[in-house]
């Protein structure tokens, strides 16, 4: 019988819980929901909201197909990075852990998928 639990499933699990994560956000900012309205007003970036929408899109739906993960896992660690620099500018550093988290989690992912981990034994 095959094993499920291996680190290869653990990447997809991973992946799925980023391109959850920012798909669900991504699609409120495209279909601007009144909670990313409110959020991108306050942060002086309505103009910009759809087009953050469209750049986490991209990167969760890179980060999905084998062959391109590695670019959405860029992309995920780019936007996230952009939304770390914003909460350092506008609150003080407040809020930083989930976009941090959210790109570890997108290159961990990407890792364990794939590339195979040899035993140092």
């Known amino acids: 019988m095959k094993n499920l639990f291996t680190l290869k499933t653990l990447g997809w699990v991973l992946s799925a819980v980023v391109a ?30 759809v087009y953050v929408g469209v750049a986490e899109l991209l990167a969760v739906i890179l980060l999905m197909v084998p062959r391109t993960s590695m670019f959405g896992a860029l992309g995920v660690s780019l936007t996230m990075a952009g939304a770390v620099a914003v909460h350092f500018a506008l609150l003080g550093g407040a809020g930083i852990a989930v976009p941090i988290m959210l790109g570890v989690l997108a290159w961990s992912g990407h890792c364990l998928r794939t590339y195979e981990l040899k035993a140092i034994i």
């Open 20 to 49: 959850l994560m920012l798909g669900m956000g991504a699609i409120s900012k495209i279909t601007q929901s009144e909670e990313m309205v409110k959020n991108f007003t306050f942060f002086n970036m309505m103009p910009q909201m």
